[in-house]
Each structure stands twice: as C-alpha cells, then as structure tokens.
C-alpha cells in the first residue's frame, strides 16, 4: 500500500472524494435543468477520469486538440465527440476524417469559411459527413464569429457545401447577458431562415451552476470543475474544501524568516494567473502567498503567518489553474484519506496538435 | 527530405546557424576571459545538445533536478555535473548517492543545514563524498545564505560532517554590484578562516557578456543563451537574429479586422512574462502584438500592423522564456534552410523530481 505522505516532491495528488463529489454536484445540477453535460477533458487528460465522467451521465465529452480525440477515443471513453477547435490544413483534416470512421458522433466546431470548406473537402474525399457547430464570440474576445448576422452567414455558406452537417450554435465561455442576448437574436434569424438549430452549447465552470440562467442551452462543456482551483475559488463557484487537486511540495530553504522556497516552481504549478494574485493557495499556512516562481522554486512570503514550516516539511498547494498542472506532469495521484488509491498516467499530457 | 514549411503546427523549432553561432560565441567569450562555462541544460533538455556544448569546450554541465542528471548521464554527455537545487530526503539522496557512483565529478549547492546533514548521511550510507558548494543570495531573493558570514557559518558546519567536501560559493543570477560585493567579503572571511575556494560559480544569459566584470568567477552557469528569447532580447544581451527557437503556429481564426487568433497557447508558449509584455514576437509581422493566452489559442492585437495575415497563414513566435517551451513539448525539429535536419525528442522534458 502506498501512503500519500510517502510520495516524493513535487507531485500532483487528487483527492478522491472530493472529485467524486464534484462530478456527482455538476451532474446533478444539470440533469436537474435539463441541460446535458459535455464535460471538457483537457483539465485532467485521463481516460479513467473520463469515463467516470460518463458513468455519472455525461452526453459525452469535449477535446480540445485533434490529439485527445485520439487518446480518448483509443481508451474507449465516449462515443459521442466535440472538437472545440478550428481544424485547419490536410495533416489535422485526415486525422480528423479517421476518427470520424470510428466515433459514433464526432462533431467540430468552425467560425469562418476556411474551416468551412477545408472540413468539405476532406468530408468529400472520405465520404463522410462532417458534423459542425458555429463558434459564437459573446463576448469573450478569442474564436468566433462576431454577430448573429455572421453565424447565419457562415451557416448559409457552408451548408452550401458538401458534406456539412449543421449542428447547432457553440460559446465559451457563458456570459450573463451578452451570451443570452446573442443567442437569442441568433435563434430568431435561424428559424426565420427555416434553418433547425438543434445544439446550444455553453461553456465554462464559474457560470456551470447559473447554466439556467441563459435557458437556451441544450448542453454545457466545463472542464475544471472536475477539481476546481484557485480561479474557480475567486470566482464563488467553489470553497477551498471543492478544491480535490493539491501539489504535494517540500520546503527546500528558508532563507531568512520571512521567505520559505518550496520544490513546485512554473514547471508543474505554471505561471497562468488571469484573474488571481500569486501562484497558488498554501492549504497549511493560508496567509502565505506565493509571490514568485522560477521554473523549479516556488517564493513563499511568509510575513503574515504565525506559523512557520522548516526546511523539509511538506505543504500542499491548491493551483491557480488545474488544467495546466495536469498538463504538466507525467501521472497524478489519486488520493483517499492516506492511501494513494491510483496512479493515473496523464494519457493526452503534451498533445499540442 | 523534411521541409520545414511541411511541419504541421503547433511545432518547437530550431534555427541550427543560429544556435551553432551562440554555443561558439559564449564559449569563445568566456574563453577569453578565463571563465569556465558550465551551460545550464534545463533550457533544451536535449543529451544531443549538451553534447554540443562540451564539444565546443564547455567544462561540464548544469543541471537543476536530479532526473535531469540521470537523463543526461545516461545519455553519456558529461563526467562533470552540478546539481544547483538543495537535495532533500531520502528517496533523492538515493538516486543522488547512485549517480554520485557513475559521474566522475558531480557536485550540488546546499543553503542549509538540514540539507547538509541529509547529504552527509546519504554519504555515509554508501561510503561516497558529496561536493558541494554553498549557495548565497546575493540579491535576486531565492534560495541561499543572506550574508558572507552565513556562508562561512554554513561551511563550518558542513565540513564537520562525515563525507561532504567543500568546493566553493555559487549564486544565480550575477548581479553588480551586489554579486562581486558578496563575493569579495566571503572570499576574505574564508581565506581568514583557512578554507580554500576553489569554485565561484555564477549563472544567467543576460549578465553573460559582462561575467568577466565580477573577478572572482572561476565558472558560469548560463542556459538560455544557446537559443535566445523575448527576455534576453529586452535584456539587451541579444538581438531577434540570435534567436534560434521559433514556435510556428497556423492562424485559425480572423474573428476581427485587428485579432488573429494562433494554434499556440500556453500549452506551448507558456504563461511566462517575467520582464515583458505580452507572450511572444510574431517574426512575420513584428508590430502584432500577442495580448492574451488560453491553453491552445494565442490572442494576436494587429492593429498596428499594415500587412495582415489570413487564416491559414503560418506565423513564426520567438517565446518570452525558451526554457519552459522546451518542457511543453515532446520532440523539437532542428531547421538548417528550408530543411529540418534533425528532430530532438526532449528527452528530459517533465523530469519534475
């Protein structure tokens, strides 16, 4: 039997219990809306985590690079597909046009004619209908098309080529009310262009739990919430006791009294920040703040604690951002009280393609 | 025949001219000036090129984790290795005592006590001295002792312990004054006491040019300079024509007249900022600007650009910090010309203990 407090430093544990839960509170809420559950898998990257996922009552699942269909779908994890990015070029489109011969429904996202007609011709060349949704900007500023009048747009355009099948409408993340505002606009030139919109799809784990709220939503893809972190803390949808990803660190030096130097730098807690301060919440000492990271050493100031580790004590840290310390590493930890229950390889770590 | 514009994206690539031309210029730097190099492996992570390193006449190499150490000896690169992060507990004092039996020299930093006695016993244990050198702080605010006279108390200590042997003062990065002011009061307090110094060890690529102006340096440690990047270049120390690592990235999305959006997100550019603003030069179109990241997507600001690119396009990304783009992928491709001449895999990617 391996013992938690047996691991070396640094690792990334997960605590069972606490991700069970959160699989069960999402899926419950969403059922409770009607809403299907596409969970996103690029936060963890573990088909075993996948399927659990399923088993609890997911639609089925969302990738966001060619790479993880593949590595989900040689797991068996879903049979039921959405490849949240623009597929571009002939390398991807013949990647994407063989696992299309073995998911029951993969489908793609696209948001301008290039996509389009790339996706066409492969549907083309391989006899096989390409399934499509058209990525909406509400608000968020990355993919997209920019207006309701540009999705119907898009939409006449590639329904005109062969081998698209419309499936709907797509965002990320939900805001409240700009997501609301265009999709309703975007559901009204649908259907007065004679065009059924069979998908509304959101995303996002701070808006999961007011999902409702934008009540065309026929699905909603969140990945975090699987193990929740410091941002999804900052934004109120999760305490520190929903947070089931903890990076197990040893305190290597303390320098002098205010600073201790802990064995998790950038290369497994990265330095994604978006909305937080730091790099990460200390579990055993909250007042100390993670000031600074180099790519092997984490600072921690330490003027605001009482308490004070030595040299060689371990702390767990709760990241700002779960998705890219998975990515980080070769295997995580599954964790029940002090045994370590598994040992997950991060099947789809590194698919950059 | 490979060609580098066959490479699908994203894809971590390397300028070979550029590269050869940094390893001879620093090597033939710090020739002149008598400072032997010891090139920090973490920025590659690639065996193939530490072995260029030490042909071009580096003296050995620098590592910062111990499975760094046991890739690259396993690889036969180097007989000389030091380890500059503190050894803690047994299950590394293990694999530190096993590789203490393959590397003709390797030597780590200590900062500590604690760690000294951990190494100490790990030396008895198996009957091997540990070298070490003490590491000192002498202003970025990591590890090591805080003053010149902590760095003899520490020594004291030390060298009353079975099996450690003494071998100099290391710091990261140089800095001046502060550096050479350390450096001169703990190279007096050491010579008063009666204990030689054989090795001053001092890091960094941007404080590279000017090693010499800190005259006690025996050694350098630098790691970036063999590719170059965003901060080195804002550093002054390097120029974009001396920057080897390129991350070519497709555009997928043209959501808007001035945003572009790149198959290249943090899960290859990383998050790292550090000293500059935004998340990497776009080479064809250098008044892009690239403002935001999510895991795959690179949010790229072209309204100051006059040409714009069209999706599909391929751009070129020098990164702000090369070393922690090495880590997020699995191979790197060595470009001469038109050509890829070599493909790496990074061979000591993820080795985060």
Chains 1, 2 share one sequence.
Not at 107 to 132: M, T, Y
Not at 319 to 345: K, L
């Amino acid at each position: 039997m391996m013992l938690a407090n047996d691991l070396d430093t640094p690792a990334v544990t997960i605590r069972l219990d606490i991700m069970e839960d959160n699989i069960r509170r999402v899926q419950q809420h969403l059922d409770r809306h009607g809403i299907a559950n596409r969970p996103h898998i690029k936060t963890h990257k573990v088909p075993e985590l996948g399927k659990l996922q399923m088993q609890a009552g997911a639609i089925g699942i969302t990738c966001q690079k060619l790479g993880e269909v593949e590595v989900f779908t040689n797991a068996g994890v879903a049979d039921d597909v959405l490849l949240t990015f623009n597929v571009l070029g002939r390398a991807k489109t013949e990647r994407l046009m063989a696992l299309a011969a073995r998911v029951r429904r993969l489908a793609v996202v696209l948001d301008n004619e290039v996509v389009a007609r790339g996706l066409s011709e492969g549907g083309v060349r391989h006899g096989v209908d390409v399934r499509f949704l058209i990525e909406c900007d509400t608000g968020f500023g990355r993919n997209g098309v920019q207006t309701p009048d540009a999705a119907l747009d898009l939409a006449r355009v590639a329904l005109k080529l062969p081998r698209l099948a419309f499936e709907g409408l797509m965002t990320f993340p939900n805001r409240d009310p700009e997501t609301r505002e265009f999709f309703t606009r975007a559901l009204e030139l649908f259907k007065r262009a004679g065009i059924p919109v069979p998908v509304v799809s959101g995303g996002g784990t701070p808006s999961l739990f007011r999902a409702q709220e934008i009540p065309m939503l026929t699905e909603h893809r969140a990945g975090t919430y699987i193990f929740n972190d410091v941002m999804v803390v900052a934004s109120g949808t999760a305490t520190w006791d929903n947070c089931a990803m903890r990076v197990r660190a040893t305190v290597v030096s303390r320098p002098m009294s205010t600073r201790a130097v802990i064995d998790a730098g950038t290369k497994v807690l990265t330095s994604d920040q978006y909305t937080v301060k730091g790099y990460g919440h200390v579990l055993e000492y909250p007042e100390a703040a993670i000031t600074n990271l180099s790519e092997e050493h984490g600072i921690v100031d330490l003027s605001q604690c009482r308490e004070r580790p030595a040299v060689g004590d371990v702390v767990h840290v709760i990241p700002n951002h779960c998705c890219v310390v998975s990515n980080m590493v070769d295997e995580m930890y599954g964790v029940r009280g002090e045994r370590v229950e598994t040992v997950w390889p991060v099947a789809a770590r590194g698919t950059v393609r």
